[in-house]
Nanobody
Framework: QVQLVESGGGLVQAGGDLRLSCTAS????????IAWYRQALRKPREWVAS????????YVASVKGRFTISRDNGENTVVYLQMNSLKPEDTAVYYC??????????WGQGTQVTVSS
């Protein structure tokens, strides 16, 4: 079983910054891809960014140049999402997602990010 614990959400003014963290623990055997998704009110969940075990990252176009995903492959894997120059349209619940060996998928409980205009 894999546990994901997210933190770092909150309320920030437009133009501000936040950093989200996701700590993955448990029986993780094999390569992992870790991603952040977000879901705004009354909208479908959207992929935001992902990073492989080797550090290759990808971003949705709307956050490129503003968000940075990184990971620390220690005893527990920690993934960060540094969000700069936040916009009101970034307001959403942000979810951490881990895919192990391309087979097993786990989700965190979500953390709310609210950007005021």
């Amino acid at each position: 079983q894999v546990q994901l614990v997210e933190s770092g959400g909150g309320l920030v003014q437009a133009g501000g910054d936040l950093r989200l963290s996701c700590t993955a623990s448990g029986n993780i055997v094999g390569p992992t891809v870790i991603a952040w998704y977000r879901q705004a009110l009354r909208k479908p969940r959207e992929w935001v960014a992902s990073i492989t075990e080797g550090g290759t990252s990808n971003y949705v176009a709307s956050v490129k140049g503003r968000f940075t995903i990184s990971r620390d492959n220690g005893e527990n894997t920690v993934v960060y999402l540094q969000m700069n120059s936040l916009k009101p349209e970034d307001t959403a619940v942000y979810y951490c997602n881990v895919v192990v060996r391309g087979i097993y998928t786990y989700w965190g409980q979500g953390t709310q990010v609210t950007v005021s205009s």
